[in-house]
């Protein structure tokens, strides 16, 4: 999910379980009703939520765009 520097939601880019593997994601400069959205700082939130066989860990990042 895509954040403004005021912490809301602009734009989810992808909100589905997906195997192993490398993926990617672009955003395109707009929110989720397609409107551009203003100039400014945003913050990007990745989720990784990995199963081991003892173990669930879950790792967050946040990343400046």
Do not use: C, F, H, M
Request: charged share 25%; net charge positive; proline share 3%.
């Amino acid at each position: 999910t895509v954040y403004n520097a005021a912490g809301q939601a602009v734009r989810a880019l992808l909100d589905e379980a997906l195997p192993a593997g490398a993926y990617a994601a672009r955003w395109d400069g707009t929110d989720d009703a397609g409107a551009p959205a203003g100039s400014g700082t945003y913050l990007y939130r990745l989720r990784v939520i990995a199963a081991g066989k003892k173990k669930k860990e879950i790792i967050e990042k946040l990343v400046i765009l």
